[in-house]
């Protein structure tokens, strides 16, 4: 089920692109620090981010070309898929980031910007959703996809070891891939010089990301009415 009003899907496209270009620029100043302007690539929130901010600009060129063709302008099948791959990485980073700030002590809406963060996990990942509800395929999502969705998840634990390894980056989620953060911890997870804690951070969220990738296929199929009863006149 979806809205077949190919104006109304561009116009709304484009209020979401411009409100993302404002998140994205702002999101990426906070995480910046003197002398080093590409600290924000380091950061998941900024990386998905930017991700879903293509996307989204890739959708409004196709539908405004589509606009004059009268078609959809997006190939069917295939760009569902990628929304939704760049759509659970922002759901997870919504999902993610309070279970960080609980754990580092910090706070949810930054004191400084908390603008940024309402921005960035909240309002955006609800727009973006709202396309995918109001005007997004459905139903072509296949079973298949999250594994290779998930390949994401697991370039960046290693990205964050190399980060803070070889550029000796300190911010928060690499806390969480340092052996040292877990000496004074459970026995268990301070084991093998706290590796035991990094292996088990980074394999619980890769799960985590992965029960919600496949929670988004089932709903995605569910939309789509692929396990409605189907009742005679459906064959009529």
């Known amino acids: ?18 409100i993302m270009g404002y998140a994205l620029w702002i999101l ?4 910046q620090v003197s002398g080093e302007s590409s600290r924000g690539f ?9 991700l879903a901010f293509f996307v989204i600009l890739s959708e409004v060129i196709a539908n405004g070309i589509g606009l ?19 759509l659970s990485f922002l759901l997870f980073e919504s999902i993610i980031y309070p279970s960080v700030v609980l754990a580092t002590g910090a706070s949810y809406f930054a004191s400084t910007s908390p603008w940024v963060m309402a921005l960035s996990k909240i309002i955006v990942p609800a727009l ?5 509800l109001l005007f997004g395929e459905k139903g072509t999502v296949k079973w298949k996809h999250p594994i290779f969705w998930s390949l994401y ?19 928060a989620i690499v806390k969480f891939f340092v052996p040292s953060t877990f000496a004074n911890t459970s026995a268990f997870l301070a084991g093998n010089g706290g590796w035991n804690g990094v292996v088990l951070s980074c ?3 890769w799960l985590g990301y992965i029960a919600l990738a496949y929670l988004m296929v089932f709903l995605n199929f569910v939309y789509a009415g692929a396990y409605r009863k189907r009742t005679p006149t459906d064959v009529i």
């Open 1 to 18: 089920m979806a809205i077949r009003n190919r104006f109304l899907a561009f116009f709304y496209r484009l209020i979401l692109l411009g």
């Open 28 to 31: 990426f100043a906070f995480r």
């Open 42 to 50: 380091y950061f998941f929130d900024c990386q998905s981010l930017l």
């Open 68 to 86: 004059s063709k009268k078609t959809n302008g997006v190939v069917p099948g295939v760009w569902s898929p990628i929304f939704m791959a760049s």
């Open 128 to 132: 973006m959703l709202g396309d995918y």
């Open 153 to 171: 998840p697991l370039f960046y634990f290693a990205f964050c070891l190399l980060v803070q390894r070889i550029f000796n980056q300190q911010f």
């Open 203 to 205: 394999v619980s969220a």
